[in-house]
Nanobody
Framework: QVQLVESGGGLVQAGGSLTLSCAVS????????MAWYRQAPGKQRELVAG???????NYADSVKGRFTISRDNAKNTVYLQMNSLKPEDTAVYYC?????????WGQGTLVTVSS
């Protein structure tokens, strides 16, 4: 069974940066388009950024120009570099497939941005 383990969250001041990591168990990362999602308190989970197996990227309008998604297939890891963080970026961040049936969700990693 595929396992997703997110890490790298924390408390940061507005304008700061964080890099999130998602370790994907097994050797399936290279064939999957992956994505980062987030869920803020009281809100639905939303797509933040996606990256295909070929490296094409897409971003939610709210994070364009500030966040960068990347992948290292050799390390079975997906990353999310987050710059110029805003209080509205506060959420639990998860990774999962971009298309198709989702893998079992990991525990996520909490990002808190203070103003």
């Amino acid at each position: 069974q595929v396992q997703l383990v997110e890490s790298g969250g924390g408390l940061v001041q507005a304008g700061g940066s964080l890099t999130l990591s998602c370790a994907v168990s097994g050797s399936i990362l290279s064939i999957n388009a992956m994505a980062w999602y987030r869920q803020a308190p009281g809100k639905q989970r939303e797509l933040v950024a996606g990256i295909t197996s070929g490296g094409s990227r897409n971003y939610a309008d709210s994070v364009k120009g500030r966040f960068t998604i990347s992948r290292d297939n050799a390390k079975n890891t997906v990353y999310l570099q987050m710059n110029s963080l805003k209080p509205e970026d506060t959420a639990v961040y998860y990774c999962n497939r971009l298309y198709g049936l989702a893998y079992p969700w990991g525990q996520g990693t909490l990002v808190t941005v203070s103003s």
